[in-house]
């Protein structure tokens, strides 16, 4: 029976560009089809940056940013926020730092002028950084410590793939380093990063654009210039060998293993890149992918399977170095040299076999959904432009997506799969400890 | 002290400055609650089937919800897990990739209330979802290889689920609420699942997945009545004289002694506190729903800043109304650190106490109702957002119009309302609350605020 293939859609989200005087770039993407908007502002700044000593500083300082500023005390910004009718978060990645609000749409000037406010100066002071110290380790100990495979394999994996502090150390940070932060550590971090020149202001949604141009710029407009710190050099080399180690989770019942491999250059070498975003769906996209299809059903080797791009699962907001990972769960008694040996064998073979008919254009279409899903929330359009923007200048790039995965060959999936060699893979295993 | 330190001086003399303090902007004129465009059928097998219009994007999200009340557990989790490993025309893996085919999936999850496919894909494929979703209901086989992967992949996932403080609390919880009732015990134990036989689960679907009282909810870039035909046309053969079954009404809670329940070397204690509640339909709900907001269901409520903003024991307290079928509860939790489990605690009994024996502030109130109403206008502005509400909505017997209604309650409810649901069911006198965590550390100061009984950790 001939394949026949879906048509990949596409979005149409207009795009409007424009820097302010004081370096601050801006990304407008109306849609009125529902009365809210999306309002991010993101920061060239993340886990990657922060100073040797501090590590989970990035993320202590976003959590410093919500503590008040110029003219709103400590819980303001929550209240106003809320009492509009809208929600907010902040969040910390390796290479940029986003807050956020999706609120109803009469909030516009609202959230710009909170946005702005913050960027102006955060209230740094002693009392709330202690407070958001004891604050953040309750967050560490939810996600970490106190559950089984916490930073599995997020944070376990980057230190055994990765040699230099900035790509290898932990992101959410040590108790001892998160207590030894200063003020004066916090002032020097938002002097350096938190420069206009440094960020992207994103609104989508229920906005005109020429309204919300003159709101941005009567609220943006002062924020003092300060131009963007020059961006490290953080390059690492390709493995020459393969690196796998393992650990003991007390809390764990199931041995676990999360294989990585380096991969081209998202920004750079876009072209290079998308293949192997392609391929990691192939390879574990539901009951009809590779290695379910494998692992999970035939051998029963696994039980449970995951493959992305990007330490935190961010194909398309990550830069260089970043890897595709591959997880899995096993059954108890599991043997985990032999499932990733069992990878190695199906990368192999789709490397040598290529794909079946219709595999490479289902998992496509497929993909498409879940690109076009995530664009259907108005502040999913605007962290992602925003990024997008930040990484690439490029914020239009996410209507393009769907399509542009639709267009990746079989060819390029092949040799993206001939690629992830063990000799090539940096491994960890995660050897239960839990009682049962 | 106040520290901008950050402020560069040269950076404020060259913007254009701005005397005094800023104000913060009035909001714009509220946009009125506008509801979609939708249609609603029920077939002549009793299937009603709703379907809403959302453009936004080309795609459909589905929720089919089947009444699963009394459902038995072990069979009924297996069941799920299953449904989707065959039919007589495909084999598990066909119909995935069918369905990918089409940029669509389906997923199967089971409660004590119902059971539930769910799903979105392109919308030029929704014909080819429901005739897949069709195959599925009229003709899931229940492979005995797939069921016994799947079982124990099942085990292993609960084996997980037991090592996770949070699923460990919301059980002793769920068992201490409701004691005898469907509702208390919502995991199976693996030697139950142990012994379901293929055949049994044939039977089971043929009893219970049937369209009488099922609700079929489309949403997406469709014109209602296009995808009413659609349902209708893949959906019609599906049959069944099955029988559903009425779960008893969820007991009244029964406050009394904590229940610290010990995990030996836990670094946080997982505290939970359920409290009673009304369905949404409820005349109270609306004044509840504020109160709860008040008391700890956002961010800006008294419970999270104090022992997050103030006092630093926790990272995400939050408390929320639960509907279910037969019966609604509220629950406060959170996980704090072992030392301050006392100190949280009695916060935790302060702000109920206070919120139930003094009134609220206006501004408090107001706050409280423009969070309500504009998440009511968030929660609809996705395709899967909609679908989502539209079908818990139509598995408890209510339409998106009374989105409105519940809107006018927000809208209308008083400071006096609002003290008179707290003090009805926020009182921490009426509270059931159960603790996870190490007793050895934190039993000493959790028994000088409150009698405690202590059990050791149950999965």
Do not use: C
């Amino acid at each position: 029976m001939p394949t026949r293939r879906a048509r990949i859609p596409a979005t149409k989200y207009p795009v409007e560009r424009f820097t302010l005087d004081n370096g601050l770039r801006v990304v407008l993407t109306p849609d009125r089809s529902a009365p809210v908007i999306g309002v991010a502002v993101v920061y060239d700044v993340g886990i990657r940056s922060e100073p040797e000593g501090r590590t989970g500083f990035a993320h202590l300082f976003e959590h410093l940013m919500f503590q008040g500023s110029e003219n709103l005390e400590k819980l303001a910004h929550f209240r106003h926020v809320q009492g509009a009718g809208g929600t907010f978060n902040g969040s910390t990645h390796l290479d940029y730092t986003d807050y956020f609000e999706t609120l109803p749409s009469n909030a516009l000037e609202r959230a710009l002028f909170l946005e702005a406010d913050r960027m102006r100066g955060p209230r740094l002071t002693e009392e709330n950084l202690r407070n958001q110290v004891d604050v953040v380790k309750e967050e560490i100990r939810v996600n970490v410590l106190n559950r089984p495979y916490g930073g599995f394999p997020w944070l376990t994996l980057p230190p055994v793939m990765f040699d230099t502090f900035p790509n290898a150390h932990d992101g959410y940070g040590s108790f001892d380093d998160l207590e030894s932060a200063t003020v004066a550590d916090a002032a020097d971090f938002f002097r350096r990063y938190y420069a206009s020149g440094n960020a992207v202001l994103a609104v989508s949604g229920d906005v005109d654009v020429t309204e919300a141009t003159a709101l941005i710029e009567r609220h943006f407009g002062d924020v003092p210039a300060r131009p963007a710190p020059k961006r490290p050099d953080f390059t690492e080399p390709d493995l020459a060998a393969e690196r796998r180690t393992s650990y003991t989770d007390k809390l764990a019942p199931l041995p676990a293993v999360a294989g990585a491999w380096r991969v081209p250059d998202p920004v750079t070498d876009f072209a290079g890149y998308l293949p192997y975003v392609v391929l990691a769906e192939v390879l574990t996209d539901g009951d009809a992918s590779r290695l379910v299809e494998r692992l999970v059903q035939r051998d029963r080797s696994v039980t449970s399977l995951g493959g992305y791009l990007g330490f935190m699962g961010d194909p398309f907001d990550v830069r260089d170095p970043t890897a595709l990972l591959l997880q899995a769960h096993l059954p108890p008694g599991g043997d985990v040299d032999k499932v990733l040996r069992t990878m190695d064998e199906e990368l192999d073979r789709l490397a040598t076999d290529g794909l079946t008919d219709g595999e490479l254009a289902r998992t496509q279409a497929r993909m498409a959904t879940h690109l076009l899903r995530d664009t259907d929330a108005v502040l999913g359009r605007a962290l992602q432009m925003a990024v997008l923007e930040q990484q690439r200048g490029e914020p239009g790039l996410l209507n393009e997506l769907p399509r542009l995965v639709g267009e990746v060959t079989e060819e390029q999936v092949r040799a993206a799969a001939a690629t992830l060699r063990p000799e090539r893979r940096a491994s960890i295993e995660v050897i239960p400890g839990g009682a049962r | 002290m106040r520290a901008p330190q950050s402020r560069t001086k040269k950076g404020k003399v060259t913007a254009t400055a701005q005397a005094g303090p800023r104000s913060l902007p009035p909001l714009g004129p509220t946009r009125k609650l506008k509801l979609p465009k939708q249609g609603e059928r029920t077939l002549g097998n009793g299937l009603t089937v709703i379907a809403v219009r959302r453009p936004a994007v080309p795609l459909v999200e589905l929720r089919l919800w089947m009444p699963f009340g009394r459902a038995p557990l072990a069979r009924g989790a297996m069941l799920a897990q299953t449904i989707l490993s065959g039919t007589q025309t495909h084999s598990a893996t066909q119909v995935a990739a069918e369905l990918q085919k089409v940029g669509g999936g389906l997923s199967a999850g089971v409660d004590p209330d119902r059971l539930m496919l769910s799903g979105a894909g392109l919308v030029t494929g929704l014909d080819r979802m429901l005739e897949i979703l069709a195959d599925v209901l009229t003709g899931a086989t229940y492979p005995p290889d797939w069921v016994g992967t799947e079982r124990d992949r099942l085990i292993d996932r609960i084996q997980v689920a037991q090592s996770q403080p949070a699923h460990l609390a919301r059980t002793a919880l769920l068992k201490r609420i409701y004691g005898k009732h469907p509702y208390a015990v919502q995991t199976p134990e693996p030697e139950q699942l142990r012994s379901v036989r293929p055949g049994v689960l044939r039977t089971l679907h043929a009893q219970r997945v049937h369209p009488a009282d099922a609700v079929l909810v489309l949403v997406g870039d469709v014109q209602p009545e296009r995808a009413l035909d659609a349902a209708e046309q893949a959906l019609s053969g599906w049959n069944g004289t099955g029988h559903t079954a009425d779960l008893p009404p969820a007991p009244p809670l029964q406050p009394g002694p904590l229940l610290l329940v010990d995990r030996p070397g836990s670094v946080q204690s997982s505290l939970r506190i359920a409290l009673p509640a009304v369905p949404r339909t409820h005349p109270d709900h609306a004044a509840l729903q504020l109160a709860n907001l008040i008391f700890g269901g956002y961010f800006s409520s008294r419970w999270v800043e104090n022992i997050r903003e103030d006092k630093g024991y926790t990272y995400g307290p939050h408390s929320l109304v639960e509907h279910s079928v037969a019966g609604s509860v509220l629950v406060a939790a959170a996980e704090v650190a072992t030392e301050v489990t006392g100190p949280a605690l009695l916060e935790t009994t302060y702000e109920l106490g206070r919120l139930a024996s003094l009134p609220v502030r206006a501004d408090e109130l107001e706050q409280a109702r423009q969070y309500a109403l504009g998440t009511l206008q968030l929660g609809m502005s996705t395709q899967a957002g909609l679908a989502s509400l539209t079908s818990a909505y139509a598995g408890n017997g209510l339409r998106l119009d009374f989105l409105a209604e519940h809107a006018a309650r927000l809208a209308k409810a008083t400071v006096t309302d609002v003290a008179e649901a707290a003090a009805r069911y926020l009182a921490p006198a009426r509270a059931v609350t159960v603790v996870l965590g190490d007793a050895e550390r934190i039993a000493p100061q959790l028994a000088a605020l409150t009698p405690v009984v202590t059990e050791p950790v149950q999965p």
